[in-house]
Nanobody, 122 residues
Framework: VQLQASGGGLVQAGGSLRLSCAAS????????MGWFRQAPGKEREFVGA????????FYSMSVKGRFTISRDNVKNTVYLQMNSLKPEDTAVYYC????????????????WGQGTLVTVSS
């Protein structure tokens, strides 16, 4: 499965962005999908995940209530809607396809996209 993330950019604090992650070359609908982020000098951290059918979503405490993950299995795309953005949300955001079920851990993911940069100015 190849994953291509897009939608990053520069936004002011309090603003919104929607990231997309398009999948190709595999059975997208059979994978749970996750979003991670990595700020400069920091480890990659879990943002959220969505089950294979979109029926369940999971979020880190730092984004819960502000970010929403959804997926479209017809378009083979997963989305990350980010609202009320804060400067501390600045990072490269990665999408990934999960092979395991402990979605908050990077080693549960089999395929990774290339990342898209989100910069939130204060």
């Amino acid at each position: 499965v190849q994953l291509q993330a897009s939608g990053g950019g520069l936004v002011q604090a309090g603003g919104s962005l929607r990231l997309s992650c398009a999948a190709s070359g595999g059975s997208f609908s059979s994978y749970a999908m996750g979003w991670f982020r990595q700020a400069p000098g920091k480890e990659r951290e879990f943002v959220g995940a969505v089950s294979w059918n979109g029926g369940s979503t999971f979020y880190s405490m730092s984004v819960k209530g502000r970010f929403t993950i959804s997926r479209d299995n017809v378009k083979n795309t997963v989305y990350l809607q980010m609202n009320s953005l804060k400067p501390e949300d600045t990072a490269v955001y990665y999408c990934a396809a999960a092979a395991g079920s402990d979605y908050s851990y990077t080693n549960e993911y089999k395929y990774w996209g290339q990342g898209t940069l989100v910069t939130v100015s204060s």
